[in-house]
Structure formats: structure tokens, C-alpha cells
């Protein structure tokens, strides 16, 4: 037999060269199933690349691992079956990868909020005790305006003091809080009142 010429050789002829290390032989065999295993790894997976990479490491195992292969092998079933084995496990390792991608943005998502809950505890704790360091008619003034939301005519009936004084007592309470808190974290909790 040649050692080049191996197109009309039957699988079986193919499968008994290579396990001899027939470097020909490999090549027809890598020529007469790579472009049906090929078509077969692009319709479960879609991409070229991924299909190429396959494809690579397929027939480098071949090779590399040819005196295994039983002379009875039925070849196209053999290059199929290790092909489709391939397929699964790049889309199962997609299916894992996908599902740790979710499991993880899931717990930074979850994890965001916590932590966004607990800084506006604290800084409604720090903005407590900042309010109750004020004197205490400031403070009460300050109050019924924030917290109960009544106008300064209703302060200065409530606590029988002159609207001036209590706006005054507002102006104050605030200067005090926008330096005591910073001006940034001033204006976003008080923004809201």
C-alpha cells in the first residue's frame, strides 16, 4: 500500500493503519468527518469557534490516544458519539456557568440592597442623634416642623412663641445639622421632608 494515497481505504483499513501511527491515515480520516462532524457540533451550538475548538481537541485525542481504539470500531459512530460527548459538556458547562452568573448577580443584587438599607439606618441614626444634640427649644421647633410637618404660624400658636422665633429657631437647627452631617448628606435626607 502507499503511505499517502488513503481515500479508498474502508474505515476498518483506516482505524488498523492509524493504530500503527499512520500518519496518512489519520489525515483521511480527519478529511473524510470533519466537515460532517463539524455541520453536526454548529446545529447544537451555533458558534464557530466553539465548533472549531472541538473539532481540534476530537481529532488530537484521536491521535494521541489511537492504540486504544478496538480494530472492530465502527468509525463514524466512534468520531459521532466522542463529538456529541463534547457537545454536552460545553452546553452543560454553559448551563452551570449561566446559573452561577445568575446565583452570584442575584446575591450582589441582594447584597446592594442590604448593605443600601443598612447605611440609611445608620445615617438616620446619626442624623437622629444630631438632631437631639440641639438645644432643646431648637430642637422641639425643629421637630414639629420636620417630623409633624406644621407651618410656623402652627409652631409659634402651639408653643406660644412669635413666627420670627421660630423661623429663626428652623434656620438655626439646619445651619447647625448642614455642618454637623456635611452638605451632601444634608440635602438627600432632608430632601425628602
Same mark, same amino acid.
Given at each position: @500500500? ?9 474505515? =476498518? ?17 480527519? =478529511? ?34 489511537? $492504540? ?14 466522542? @463529538?456529541? =460527548? ?10 452551570? $456557568? ?15 440592597? #442590604?448593605?443600601?438599607?443598612?447605611? $440609611?439606618?445608620?445615617?438616620?441614626? /446619626? ?6 444634640? /440641639?438645644?432643646?427649644? @431648637? ?19 402651639? /408653643? ?9 429657631? #428652623?434656620? =438655626? ?13 444634608? /440635602? #438627600? ?5
Amino acid at each position: @500500500m502507499s503511505s499517502t494515497l488513503r481515500s479508498d481505504l474502508t474505515d =476498518n483499513e483506516l482505524i488498523t493503519l492509524l493504530k500503527e501511527g499512520d500518519k496518512p491515515a489519520y489525515t483521511e480520516i480527519y =478529511n473524510r468527518y470533519k466537515s460532517l462532524l463539524q455541520s453536526h457540533g454548529y446545529r447544537k451550538l451555533g458558534d464557530p469557534e466553539e465548533v472549531k475548538d472541538i473539532l481540534q481537541e476530537l481529532f488530537a485525542n484521536l491521535w494521541t490516544k489511537r $492504540e486504544e481504539i478496538p480494530a472492530t470500531t465502527n468509525l463514524s459512530g466512534y468520531l459521532y458519539t466522542a @463529538m456529541r =460527548n463534547k457537545v454536552f459538556n460545553v452546553l452543560s458547562h454553559k448551563q452551570i $456557568e449561566h446559573r452561577y452568573v445568575q446565583s452570584l448577580q442575584k446575591f450582589i443584587d441582594d447584597g446592594s440592597y #442590604i448593605t443600601d438599607i443598612i447605611r $440609611e439606618k445608620e445615617f438616620e441614626l /446619626l442624623i437622629q442623634k444630631e438632631i437631639n444634640a /440641639l438645644p432643646e427649644k @431648637m430642637k422641639e421647633v425643629f421637630l414639629l416642623s420636620r417630623k409633624e410637618h406644621l407651618s410656623h404660624k402652627d409652631i409659634s400658636e402651639k /408653643l406660644s412663641i412669635s413666627e420670627q422665633t421660630v423661623s429663626k429657631q #428652623i434656620t =438655626n437647627a439646619l445651619k447647625i445639622l448642614r455642618v454637623k452631617l456635611g452638605a451632601l448628606h444634608f /440635602l #438627600i435626607y432632608f430632601i425628602k421632608f
